[in-house]
């Protein structure tokens, strides 16, 4: 079956410095949101990229969507300390029309002050 | 409160007992998910409901999980002769359908111990 992987697993950081979060796709990807879970909370919402080679920005955040649709990357720039948690890539089934996500299995950052 | 509930937020069991978990989606959703979250990875889809209807089933979910959503609104996870390898955070999220693809609200889980 189809599988999301994201690298790195954890990443450590000083306060400042920028952090990237890679997700790749063993297959083409329909569609790629990406949320983000606090210690001890439940996934929110960051953004969905629904075109090949497409660019978002949030703030000090940049998300890319690759141009085969088989990864996609988050780049924060000049971390804060309210930026810990873990970043999860997700699939979205359009093409199945149910919305249903393949998660990968998250980058934990922690941002050290 | 406008967003997912989900009742309750923790449940010990012991191993071979029933449990039940309750989700109450946004109210004009009308898709609504179940995940499973171990540790250190991310939400396993668990099965999906159009309105009332469950469309989809993960093959991962054995007979042992059940799920309902009388009525199109809120929606029971049951899993009977509870096992170890139950133990998780049981997520539930809903969704609207605008379009094949819109942002999933979560709840907060019902965090699962079997003991």
């Known amino acids: 079956g189809q599988q999301v992987m994201q690298i790195p697993q954890y990443q450590h950081v000083q306060e400042g410095e920028d952090f990237t979060t890679y997700c790749n796709s063993s297959t083409t990807l329909s569609n790629i949101q990406w949320y983000k879970q606090r210690p001890g909370g439940h996934p929110v919402f960051l953004i969905q990229l629904v075109k090949s080679g497409e660019v978002k920005k949030q703030k000090r955040l940049t998300f890319q969507f690759g141009e085969a649709k088989k990864n996609s990357s988050l780049h924060i720039t000049a971390t804060q300390t309210t930026d810990v948690g873990t970043y999860f890539c997700a699939d979205a089934h359009g093409s199945s029309n149910t919305g249903k996500l393949i998660f990968g299995q998250g980058t934990t950052l922690q941002v050290k002050p | 409160d406008t967003g997912v509930s989900q009742n309750p937020r923790h449940k010990i069991t012991k191993r071979g007992q029933n449990v039940t978990f309750r989700c109450d989606p946004i109210s004009e959703h009308n898709r609504l998910y179940w995940y499973r979250q171990t540790l250190g990875q991310g939400p396993e889809f668990l099965t999906y409901?159009?309105?009332?209807?469950?469309?989809?089933k993960s093959r991962l979910l054995s007979d042992r999980f059940s799920a309902e959503r009388p009525k199109g609104s809120f929606s029971t996870l049951e899993i009977q002769r509870t096992e170890q390898g139950d133990s998780a955070m049981y997520l539930c999220?809903?969704?609207?359908?605008?379009?094949?693809?819109?942002?999933?609200?979560f709840g907060q889980g019902t965090r699962l111990t079997v003991v």
């Open positions: 409901f159009q309105n009332e209807a469950q469309l989809e």
């Open positions: 999220a809903s969704s609207a359908y605008h379009s094949p693809n819109t942002e999933a609200f």
